[in-house]
């Protein structure tokens, strides 16, 4: 039963030390103006509602993305959306690009097919990582990364 008990604890722990905590350099719970010192490029005021900063370009697995930051209730990062930055590359090949890196990263995720959606999640302590496709007709798709704050009442 002890080796039962340490085996869990180690597996929690390991878990634990996966769990990004924010999104690269942000973490949940930072002010406006620490992530405006770590990301000096970001734009403030975006026109998204409750979005505080956002940064564009970035690249990431073969594409630009745009980096939005939102702030929960109190004012601080709560949650980081990241899309392509230009419609032609909302395709199949970029979700297939961030799936493949974010698996090798994170490992397999929950996945879900709803229709026209796909939606890949990882779960971690304090966060949320979920990677969309929303096939609109044929050729048209959104693809989205979503990096959001854990609620405490989930923990």
Do not use: C
């Not at 409750?50 to 940064?55: E, Q, T």
């Amino acid at each position: 039963m002890r080796t039962l008990t340490l085996a869990l604890v180690a597996a929690a722990a390991l878990a634990a030390a996966d769990d990004p905590s924010g999104w690269t350099r942000a973490k949940w719970g930072m002010t406006t103006g620490e992530l405006a010192a770590i990301f000096p490029d970001a734009k403030p005021n975006p026109p998204e509602k409750d979005a505080v900063l956002a940064l564009d370009p970035i690249d990431l697995a073969d594409t630009h993305f745009r980096v939005v930051f939102f702030k929960n209730a109190a004012g601080r990062l709560a949650q980081v959306d990241l899309s392509p930055s230009s419609k032609t590359d909302w395709t199949d090949g970029t979700f297939q690009r961030l799936e493949n890196a974010l698996v090798e990263k994170y490992g397999r995720a929950w996945k879900t097919d709803e229709g026209d959606i796909t939606t890949l999640q990882w779960t971690f302590p304090t966060t949320v990582i979920q990677l969309r496709r929303i096939k609109l007709g044929a050729t048209l798709r959104i693809v989205d990364l979503i990096y959001k704050q854990r609620s405490p009442d989930s923990l």
